[in-house]
């Protein structure tokens, strides 16, 4: 017969009592006891107040675990185990217990703790007092794949509003939040609590509704844990430890190498380290070695290293190293020339070189890298990766050894390797997602995976962002329509609608997963759709697109001066791609859509030239726009440093020559873009308020010049993508635009090859009452009877005819498609683009696919 423990806890808790020291009668105490490999752990509180939040953590011996928990939760590191009680066992009344229901586990071995303690004090009351707890502590626990963060408020008062912040070990991923809402921005997640256990009472936890998520490592732990900025168990901040071991293993005249080991991370990771000269800071960088750089020669100088964790604490410096500069009067002779530079390796973003060592009298101190005239790189040993290049870009790369005593040699002949594209392998395929297109359109990010395309894509650019007219930053937070006037010159200032972007919740029918938001996330709408997507498509990238025909009044204000620049580029990262966004209806908040953007493609129609009415247009746009380019490549580059994720920059480009002259010094571009997807359609139209062409029909989006166009000059793909290859730009940059859509007019007039270049009278009906002469290409097919499709053959380009006095209209189908994609193919370009995807219900982009295999 098995034989109950019960009486043998009660021995175990009365002599716990009979023998309390006097400063632990209010305590908790905890009395362990094993049958078999089944330990239980029973808890009383001799106090005279209840005691909520508690838990338990002991040790094990090496090697054994403890596993099954019953009326509690566990997690084991090494041979440390945290206890956490299930809920209706975290409260213990004044002179009770947790019998029956006492947590109790599973060991691997029938041993005893070697050490417990129970709310930080020791388990059987003896000791010190433990410290006072903190207001609020944070427990994560995980169990294979499933996660949970218990929140306790040890407070006195309510507490309203909290997070955490938590680091994963690297390539970790957490994702499937319940109670909550979860972000992800490289190792760090954000947690943020659903409505309902956003304010905790005093003196409890967020049992039984505690968040929960899933890890994609079977018990993954944190690295670090914070909640509400201070560490989840409570403890005081602990800084990091100080860099081991500091030597110099080179100098010259001019510069001192040091080196140390690693530092002991304290309650944040380690994010760098600083090196100091004398007591000025001399360099930061985020590796183990240094160089300094700029000293005097024959001069000693003193260097310390201080380690610095996420939050910008200091470690203690680093044992000192004092290091004598060379005199340059002991050797003035260079060293050879390094030998076989080559090329080993290359990605759309970097290339790694190597060569055969240099030989010198004294000795080689390091070598200096350079792509063309800029110094890359210096580096002691014979191989390096050179990182932050464009990619398609060709490189010419030379290589000089400098000696101890700075003598350098001569370069080594030039090795030019060009960069792998942005899509490294086949065809970019580039569809724009428009914001409003939940609405009338009834298309969500779900029917992006419904009809295939998002298996068929390489990117997406999530169509737009605005500019805040007042403060020349990117707008977000607002949900303020557009006037409904296109021709109004403040159409869409402040315009803007959080709630499509990131406030909206989605049933389970529109969501990517079938799962349908609560109303409580902090990350909701099409921006959270778009992370389904992504996690069911990795492959893809999202770019967020900037401004678009409605909102580039203020480019050239944001593009005006140095200041301008800086700040408008800063504010669109840290919205977009740090994802701190605006609340808005209990939605957004710092770090909500980190993750969603991989990347910034940037619509200013148009620099220096004709766009919107009202733009503000500056004959300097054009060198602006260069450098608002090259602003935008520098930060992302510099974000790059800290999360080690590549941001792509693309943008969208004009079609016509005379806009590109006025706007985009492409030579000076290219270095910072990674592709330029070109203008393909719109070349003619009526416009929704007949202020464009209403009277006399044309194509849209023909590849070559139609010598039947009464238009001169007049448009083509060809003769826009000439001007880009004529400029030098490697044609692994360009996309070409493609129409999902058509553009149509009314009454138009017998003649010509079925109505084409006849005259009309105005806009044809649209897909929408407010949208004249524009329809979705499925329901251009569907919605206009009698329209026969008609293809000319010498310009390419597709388009539908009623009959004299009825409608024609002009947009790309599966046959034009086929033709313009084996143009791309026979150009060497990147691929295609294509405005925008919910015209299609899956046929066109299929054709594209096929077309660029």
């Given at each position: 017969?098995?034989?109950?423990?019960?009486?043998?806890?009660?021995?175990l808790?009365?002599?716990?009592l009979?023998?309390?020291?006097a400063?632990?009668?209010?305590?908790?105490?905890?009395?362990?006891?094993?049958?078999?490999t089944t330990?239980t752990f029973?808890?009383?509180?001799?106090?005279?107040?209840?005691?909520?939040?508690?838990?338990?953590?002991f040790?094990?011996p090496?090697?054994v675990?403890?596993?099954?928990?019953?009326?509690?939760?566990i997690?084991?590191?090494g041979?440390?185990?945290?206890?956490?009680?299930a809920?209706?066992?975290?409260?213990?009344?004044a002179?009770?217990?947790?019998?029956?229901?006492?947590?109790?586990v599973?060991l691997?071995?029938?041993?005893q703790?070697t050490?417990?303690?129970?709310?930080?004090?020791?388990?059987?009351g003896?000791?010190?007092?433990?410290?006072?707890?903190?207001?609020?502590?944070?427990?994560?626990d995980?169990n294979?794949?499933?996660?949970?963060?218990v929140?306790?408020?040890?407070?006195?008062?309510?507490?309203?509003?909290?997070?955490?912040?938590?680091?994963l070990p690297?390539?970790?991923?957490a994702?499937?939040?319940?109670?909550?809402?979860?972000?992800q921005?490289?190792?760090?997640?954000?947690?943020?609590?659903a409505?309902?256990n956003?304010t905790?009472a005093?003196?409890r936890?967020?049992?039984?509704?505690?968040?929960?998520?899933?890890?994609s490592?079977a018990?993954?732990?944190?690295?670090?844990?914070?909640?509400?900025?201070?560490?989840?168990?409570?403890s005081?901040d602990?800084?990091?430890?100080a860099?081991?071991?500091?030597?110099?293993?080179?100098?010259?005249t001019?510069t001192?190498?040091l080196?140390?080991?690693?530092?002991?991370?304290?309650?944040?990771?380690?994010?760098?380290?600083?090196?100091?000269?004398?007591?000025a800071?001399a360099?930061?960088?985020?590796?183990?070695?240094?160089t300094?750089?700029g000293?005097?020669?024959?001069t000693?100088?003193?260097?310390?290293v201080?380690?610095?964790?996420?939050?910008?604490t200091l470690?203690?410096?680093s044992?000192?190293?004092?290091v004598?500069?060379?005199?340059?009067?002991d050797?003035?002779?260079?060293?050879?020339?390094?030998?076989?530079?080559?090329?080993?390796?290359?990605?759309?973003s970097?290339v790694?070189?190597a060569?055969?060592?240099?030989?010198?009298?004294?000795?080689?101190?390091n070598?200096?890298?350079y792509?063309?005239?800029?110094?890359?790189?210096?580096?002691?040993?014979?191989?390096?990766?050179?990182?932050?290049?464009?990619?398609?870009?060709?490189?010419?790369?030379?290589?000089?050894?400098?000696?101890?005593?700075?003598?350098?040699?001569?370069?080594?002949?030039p090795?030019?390797?060009t960069?792998?594209?942005?899509?490294?392998?086949g065809?970019?395929?580039?569809?724009?997602?428009?914001?409003w297109?939940?609405?009338?359109?009834?298309?969500f990010?779900?029917?992006?995976d419904?009809?295939?395309?998002?298996?068929?894509?390489?990117?997406?650019n999530?169509?737009?962002?605005?500019?805040d007219?007042?403060?020349?930053?990117?707008l977000?937070?607002?949900?303020r329509?557009?006037?409904?006037?296109?021709?109004d010159?403040?159409?869409?200032?402040g315009?803007?609608?959080?709630?499509?972007?990131?406030?909206?919740?989605?049933?389970?029918?529109?969501?990517?997963?079938?799962?349908?938001?609560?109303?409580?996330?902090?990350?909701?709408?099409?921006?959270?759709?778009?992370?389904?997507?992504?996690?069911?498509?990795?492959?893809l990238?999202?770019?967020?697109?900037l401004?678009?025909?409605?909102y580039?009044?203020?480019?050239?204000?944001?593009?005006?001066?140095?200041?301008?620049?800086?700040?408008?580029?800063?504010?669109?990262i840290?919205?977009?791609?740090?994802g701190n966004?605006?609340?808005?209806?209990?939605a957004?908040?710092p770090?909500?859509a980190?993750g969603?953007?991989?990347?910034?493609?940037?619509d200013?129609e148009?620099?220096?030239?004709?766009?919107?009415?009202?733009?503000?247009?500056?004959?300097?746009?054009k060198?602006?726009?260069?450098?608002?380019?090259?602003e935008?490549?520098?930060q992302?580059d510099?974000?790059?440093?800290?999360?080690?994720k590549?941001?792509?920059?693309?943008?969208?480009?004009?079609?016509?020559p005379?806009?590109?002259?006025?706007?985009w010094?492409?030579?000076n571009?290219?270095?910072?873009?990674d592709?330029?997807?070109?203008q393909?359609?719109?070349?003619?139209?009526?416009?929704?308020?007949?202020?464009w062409?209403?009277?006399?029909?044309?194509?849209?989006?023909?590849?070559?010049?139609?010598?039947?166009?009464?238009y001169?000059?007049?448009?083509?793909v060809?003769?826009?993508v000439n001007?880009?290859?004529?400029?030098?730009?490697n044609?692994?940059k360009?996309?070409?635009g493609?129409?999902?859509?058509?553009?149509?007019?009314?009454?138009?007039?017998?003649?010509?090859?079925?109505?084409?270049?006849?005259?009309?009278?105005?806009a044809a009906?649209?897909?929408?009452?407010e949208?004249?002469?524009?329809?979705?290409y499925?329901?251009?097919i569907?919605?206009?009877?009698?329209c026969?499709?008609?293809?000319d053959?010498a310009?390419?380009?597709?388009?539908?005819?009623?009959?004299?006095?009825?409608q024609?209209?002009?947009?790309?189908?599966?046959?034009?498609i086929?033709?313009k994609?084996?143009?791309i193919?026979?150009?060497?370009?990147?691929?295609?683009?294509i405005?925008?995807?919910?015209?299609?219900?899956?046929t066109?982009?299929?054709?594209l696919?096929?077309?660029?295999r």
């Open positions: 017969m098995r034989r109950s423990l019960t009486p043998l806890i009660a021995v808790v009365v002599l716990a009979s023998t309390l020291p400063n632990a009668a209010g305590r908790l105490l905890a009395a362990f006891s094993l049958s078999g330990g029973v808890v009383s509180n001799p106090g005279t107040s209840a005691v909520t939040g508690w838990s338990i953590v040790e094990l090496s090697g675990t403890a596993s099954n928990p019953q009326n509690a939760t997690r084991q590191n041979t440390k185990v945290t206890l956490t009680p809920y209706y066992i975290d409260t213990l009344q002179g009770k217990s947790t019998e029956p229901f006492s947590p109790k599973t691997s071995s029938a041993v703790p050490s417990c303690k129970v709310n930080g004090a020791n388990c059987d003896t000791g010190p007092e433990p410290p006072a707890p903190a207001p609020v502590t944070a427990t994560y995980v294979g794949t499933s996660a949970k963060i929140v306790a408020n040890n407070g006195t008062a309510a507490l309203n509003g909290w997070s955490v912040v938590f680091d690297a390539g970790v991923t994702s499937n939040a319940q109670h909550g809402s979860i972000s921005s490289g190792r760090t997640v954000t947690l943020s609590p409505h309902y956003t905790i005093a003196g936890t967020t049992e039984p509704y505690s968040p929960t998520f899933t890890v490592s018990n993954a732990e944190p690295t670090s844990c914070r909640v509400n900025d201070v560490n989840c168990d409570g005081a602990a800084p990091p430890g860099p081991g071991n500091p030597r110099s293993p080179v100098k010259t001019k001192v190498s080196a140390w080991n690693a530092a002991t991370p304290g309650s944040l990771p380690i994010v760098g380290y600083e090196v100091y000269n004398g007591s800071l360099t930061s960088v985020t590796g183990t070695e240094a300094v750089t000293l005097t020669p024959n000693s100088y003193t260097f310390t201080k380690t610095k964790d996420r939050k910008g470690s203690a410096a044992a000192p190293v004092t004598t500069t060379n005199n340059p009067a050797d003035t002779q260079a060293p050879t020339v390094p030998g076989n530079l080559r090329s080993t390796a290359r990605t759309s970097s790694t070189l060569w055969n060592a240099a030989t010198d009298n004294t000795g080689v101190a070598y200096d890298v792509a063309g005239s800029t110094l890359a790189a210096t580096v002691t040993g014979t191989t390096t990766t050179v990182t932050g290049l464009s990619p398609s870009t060709a490189y010419n790369f030379t290589v000089r050894a400098r000696d101890l005593y700075d003598n350098l040699s001569a370069a080594t002949a090795v030019a390797v960069t792998l594209d942005i899509v490294e392998t065809y970019a395929r580039v569809g724009y997602f428009v914001q297109g939940i609405y009338g359109r009834q298309y990010v779900r029917n992006l419904t009809t295939g395309a998002a298996a068929k894509l390489t990117h997406i999530y169509a737009f962002a605005n500019i007219p007042v403060n020349l930053t990117c977000q937070g607002v949900t329509g557009t006037t409904p006037n296109p021709q010159p403040n159409q869409g200032d315009a803007g609608d959080a709630e499509a972007d990131y406030g909206r919740p989605f049933s389970a029918g529109q969501s990517v997963d079938g799962v349908a938001d609560t109303g409580w996330e902090k990350l909701r709408g099409n921006f959270n759709q778009i992370k389904k997507l992504k996690a069911k498509h990795p492959h990238k999202v770019l967020i697109s401004g678009g025909w409605t580039s009044k203020y480019f050239s204000d944001v593009a005006a001066t140095d200041a301008a620049r800086k700040k408008f580029v800063s504010s669109c840290d919205i977009y791609i740090k966004l605006p609340v808005v209806n209990a957004g908040g770090g909500a980190a969603v953007f991989d990347g910034i493609d940037l200013w148009w620099p220096g030239a004709e766009g919107h009415a009202g733009n503000h247009v500056s004959p300097n746009d060198a602006n726009n260069t450098l608002l380019i090259a935008f490549r520098r992302l510099a974000l790059t440093t800290t999360t080690g590549r941001y792509q920059l693309t943008a969208f480009t004009p079609a016509d005379a806009k590109i002259a006025a706007g010094d492409l030579p571009i290219a270095p910072n873009l592709i330029f997807n070109i393909g359609y719109d070349f003619h139209g009526a416009g929704s308020d007949n202020s062409e209403p009277f006399r029909t044309g194509h849209q989006g023909n590849l070559y010049l139609d010598a039947d166009s009464p001169n000059p007049d448009f083509s060809e003769k826009a001007v880009y290859l004529n400029a030098g730009i044609p692994r360009l996309t070409i493609l129409a999902y859509y058509g553009r149509g007019w009314k009454e138009v007039a017998e003649g010509g090859k079925a109505g084409e270049w006849q005259s009309a009278n105005g009906p649209g897909q929408f009452a949208e004249a002469g524009t329809r979705g499925s329901n251009l569907a919605g206009v009877p009698g026969a499709v008609k293809h053959e310009a390419v380009a597709t388009y539908c005819y009623t009959g004299p006095g009825g024609w209209w002009s947009f790309d189908d599966t046959w034009s086929g033709k994609t084996a143009w193919k026979s150009k060497g370009l990147l691929g295609a683009m405005w925008e995807m919910s015209g299609d219900t899956g066109l982009t299929t054709a696919d096929a077309g660029l």
